[in-house]
């Protein structure tokens, strides 16, 4: 059979070669039961780690670490027994194609958990899988010489395959590391208590300007692009992107100052222009203000700072909410102002201090105009429904006490021509 098989060009293992490739069948077997426990063990104590530092808990995120957890020992465990001898080809095979496979799982549980596309996941999990599969087989280095052979030379730089693909892996990568990072970061700038909701908002939009900032120059070191080479259109450039961009990054510094000086931050409730609601979020480029309605506006920063903004809770919450209500002449004015106040005080969610009042404005043309005060501390919950609830009270102590609202009244004098 070995001389048949020998004329076919076909390797038939020897019988220790089949015996170590069983022994690591077996190795991968035992490796795979002890990553499962600690999946089971480690994982969940992880998860309550995570829970506490960042305030997200899921049972999709309990799975996903636990798995996480599960590929990581297998990759290690397997890694230490490969390089702790040297293995028939078989076996090598064999341990190699384990770890390519548990390397990769872990890569797309891990790139998939920062919410990236399923394609960069894809990608990445198969680059690991490629290169270390080849790499336990001691075939890496003949792989990467045919990728690197396939491309061309631009004067002095050298552009193939292989350097598309190091480069694509590199900028998904980066970008994988990145928001790891942004999340961290403001999972733990949220923690923090000596910062208000505002300076939070800052930190976290600096953090991640600075961030991007350095990943940028980490990446481009990484590629090698050489950026002297650009030093001849880095004048044009600049001019260019200045002027497209102008907008973007007054937009972008309107924000860092609106935020640095406090003078409009989340929660707030504003009028800008026509344009009225409560700030539910501070953007790179346009504040997010919602209305009554659930209209969402956004507004560019740059508007913010150079028009006029009415901000109702800047210093202080507290709102006055203004009713106007007339009576008839021939009422009771003395009662129908104590019923105003009592309508006032009705709602719940108006102050008692400062206590309701009630003024007289003017002596109108069809009855006496009055302007009933109340003051709410939170004005996000709209004002139209506290005056409505004041009114439609006031609507009904007004019937039980015989007060009359005016209405217009015109008098028509209907002469003869003939007399």
């Given amino acids: 059979m070995n001389e048949a098989a020998a004329r076919l060009g076909i390797d038939i293992p020897s019988y220790p070669a089949l015996v170590s490739a069983g022994a690591a069948l077996l190795l991968v077997f035992v ?3 002890l990553a499962l426990l600690a999946g089971r063990t480690i994982g969940p104590w992880l998860v309550g780690l995570w829970a506490r ?19 990581a020992v297998a990759a290690q465990i397997l890694t230490i027994a490969l390089r702790a001898e040297t293995w028939p080809p078989l076996s090598a095979f064999i341990l190699g194609f384990s770890i390519a496979a548990s390397a990769a799982l872990l890569i797309r549980e891990a790139v998939r958990s920062l919410d990236m596309p399923r394609w960069a996941a894809l990608i990445l999990a198969l680059a690991a899988f490629v290169a270390l599969l080849a790499n336990a087989m001691e075939r890496l280095r003949p792989v990467t010489s045919v990728l690197d052979r396939i491309g061309f030379d631009a004067g002095k730089m050298h552009f193939s395959l292989l350097s598309v693909i190091q480069n694509g892996l590199i900028i998904l990568a980066i970008y994988a590391v990145v928001k790891l990072i942004t999340r961290l970061l403001n999972a733990s700038i949220r923690h923090s208590r000596s910062l208000d909701a505002t300076q939070q908002l800052l930190a976290q939009k600096l953090g991640s300007v600075i961030l991007l900032i350095v990943a940028f120059f980490i990446g481009i070191d990484l590629i090698g692009i050489d950026l002297t080479a650009f030093t001849v259109f880095s004048g044009a450039f600049g001019l260019a992107v200045g002027f497209g961009l102008q907008k973007t990054f007054g937009n972008l510094i309107a924000g860092i100052i609106l935020l640095m000086d406090r003078s409009i931050k989340p929660g707030d409730v504003i009028v800008v222009g026509e344009s009225f609601g409560y700030v539910t979020k501070i953007g790179v480029r346009a504040v997010s203000i919602v209305t009554r309605d659930g209209k969402e506006h956004l507004i560019p920063n740059e508007n913010l700072m150079t028009q006029e903004v009415e901000n109702w809770s800047y210093t202080n919450p507290n709102v006055r909410v203004h009713i106007p209500v007339s009576v008839g002449y021939d009422c009771d004015l003395e009662l129908a102002q104590k019923l105003m106040i009592e309508a006032a005080i009705s709602p719940a969610r108006v102050l008692n201090s400062p206590k309701p009042n009630v003024w007289l404005r003017r002596f109108g043309e069809n009855g006496l105009e009055h302007d009933i005060l109340v003051w709410i501390k939170d004005p996000e919950g709209g004002v139209g429904n506290v005056q409505s609830e004041i009114l439609n009270r006031l609507w009904v102590l007004f019937k039980e006490n015989n007060i009359h609202v005016p209405f217009p009244q015109r008098y028509v004098h209907i002469e003869d021509s003939r007399s």
């Fill in 53 to 71: 530092y960042t305030d997200e808990q899921s049972d999709a995120m309990t799975m996903r670490i636990c798995r996480l957890v599960r590929f």
């Fill in 31 to 33: 490796t795979w039961m």
